[in-house]
């Protein structure tokens, strides 16, 4: 008995010192949510002023927005290797989105896995005793392979395994651990195109949106376990492209917003009201997270559990096809809704508009209820803050910050980490950002890369002024931290002129 309790003292102790000073009950429970695409300005919390978000603005009001958030990576698979793992894209093993069959013949589908080495978040709240569950797009190994979800620390997966699947709406399947769900007799591929005649929604249009059997396992899941504590990670496929999203949802906004149809000359399916049927898909996006904090206020477990809502990368980038002016890729009209909040860049670039995504954080009691946040943070910080917050034991080596005590509204007591990016697609590129200075290169994987950039985020984040000739001080030091923080990686390599050539 007393070697017992000398025991538990000590995990208690440990505890203690996970959490910090006490300033408030750890959460019973956390829900993230993970968007798809979503860019910094495409909430009305956010600035957004055409598409109604009134579910996410709600509890931004009841908690606390962030203004300096940014993703691991300006792309899907490693920005969820970066949320999972607390490894920066410098030492992530996922650093772009790799088929897993380019390495792995037998797989038919998914993307590259992560090792069966890898600690998640997952695992660490799994053996903590936690259920844990996983309901959207995965993208981080096969099903059957090192990076299966049920693998890497989730108890319940339910949705997209690979995210080119997760490129329609109306897929023939989708997965239940390891086993294929049909959900389309009749599925609707997500790429296709019409050149001519009147696009309609219905042809593009199967029998279940898939998104509909995502949001219920999430549900289901938070009913079946609200008498034990649980972790739910929520990568919703929302806004991503392709667009088709239900009729109803699109018949919400004005016709006069729509001039002419997008015919899939961007890539992705035709719609006959492309700006309308963007913002049905980030309404929906928000009616989903209106459905899973209303099921958790019936359950009688809201106000105990920890939501994090935030988004993979920016907005869909422009069409590559430099003659069309008005759609992006999928169709996506990022200047009539000002998606990046006057941002520069979109999703697969390291400037801020493919980066700095949508953060917001609620448990009443502990994070400020309707107060702004601009201390810089990004996804590494994600695994040692939820340790931090569940006073979980972290042996883990990870990249970021603990935000727990930022979270709470309360001042860190350490200077932030500088934030790394190294990210091989896109033609190469990387940044490191000090907090208000962040340096930038592009090009890498040309014969000619482009030179250092310099911005002072403070007075220019748009980052329209390139200041590296006038600070040759702060490029040395970002040269410095890519020299220290820079793992080689043979799946994902990168040559960065004076760093690593």
Not at 40 to 57: F, M
Not at 167 to 172: D, G
Not at 347 to 373: D, F, W
């Amino acid at each position: 008995m007393k070697v017992r309790s000398i025991h538990l003292t000590a995990v208690f102790l440990l505890g203690l010192a996970c959490l910090g000073p006490p300033a408030a009950a750890a959460p019973r429970n956390v829900v993230f949510i993970l968007a798809d695409d979503l860019g910094w300005g495409e909430l009305g919390c956010y600035g957004q002023q055409k598409i109604r978000t009134p579910h996410i603005d709600r509890l931004a009001a009841e908690g606390t927005r962030f203004t300096r958030h940014y993703s691991g990576a300006p792309v899907c698979a490693p920005a969820r290797c970066v949320l999972l793992t607390g490894k920066h894209l410098g030492h992530a093993e996922i650093r772009g989105n790799r088929q897993a069959h380019l390495s792995f013949p037998r797989f038919k589908e998914g993307q590259h896995p992560i090792s069966s080495a890898t600690v998640t978040l997952a695992e660490v709240f799994r053996d903590a005793g936690f259920a844990t569950g996983a309901m959207g797009k995965w993208g981080l190994g096969p099903v059957d392979s090192t990076g299966d979800p049920n693998s890497q620390g989730f108890d319940l997966f339910f949705g997209y395994n690979c995210q080119a699947v997760a490129h329609s709406f109306y897929p023939r399947f989708l997965w239940r651990n390891d086993r294929q769900v049909e959900i389309n007799p009749h599925p609707i591929p997500g790429h296709g195109k019409q050149a001519e005649g009147e696009v309609k929604m219905e042809d593009w249009i199967g029998e279940t949106y898939a998104s509909i059997p995502i949001r219920e396992a999430a549900l289901k899941f938070i009913r079946d376990n609200k008498d034990r504590r649980f972790f739910l990670y929520l990568p919703f496929t929302e806004p991503h492209v392709a667009m088709h999203p239900p009729v109803g949802s699109v018949d919400e906004y004005p016709e006069e917003w729509d001039d002419r149809p997008y015919r899939g000359q961007c890539a992705y399916l035709p719609h006959p009201r492309p700006r309308a049927g963007y913002a049905a898909m980030i309404s929906d996006l928000d009616r989903h997270v209106g459905d899973v904090v209303n099921e958790l206020r019936g359950t009688g477990i809201l106000d105990e559990t920890l939501i994090i809502f935030t988004s993979d990368n920016g907005t869909t980038h422009r069409c590559r096809n430099g003659e069309e002016k008005q759609f992006g890729i999928g169709g996506v009209d990022a200047d009539f809704f000002h998606s990046t909040g006057g941002l520069r860049g979109f999703k697969g670039s390291v400037y801020e508009g493919g980066l700095r995504v949508p953060m917001i954080a609620r448990l009443p009691g502990t994070v400020p209820a309707g107060a702004t946040n601009d201390v810089p943070s990004y996804f590494a910080d994600w695994f040692p803050t939820l340790c931090s917050a569940f006073g979980l034991e972290n042996t883990t080596a990870h990249d970021g910050d603990d935000l727990w005590p930022v979270i709470g509204g309360k001042a860190s007591s350490k200077p932030r980490k500088p934030m790394v990016w190294v990210y091989p697609e896109y033609g190469g590129q990387v940044a490191v950002n000090f907090g208000e200075m962040k340096v930038v290169r592009q090009r890498l994987n040309s014969r000619n890369p482009g030179p250092w950039e310099v911005y002072d985020l403070a007075k220019d984040p748009a980052e329209t002024t390139n200041i590296a000739d006038e600070n040759p001080e702060i490029v040395a030091k970002a040269v410095a931290v890519l020299k220290r923080e820079t793992n080689a990686n043979d799946l994902f390599p990168l040559t960065i002129p004076g760093v690593n050539d």
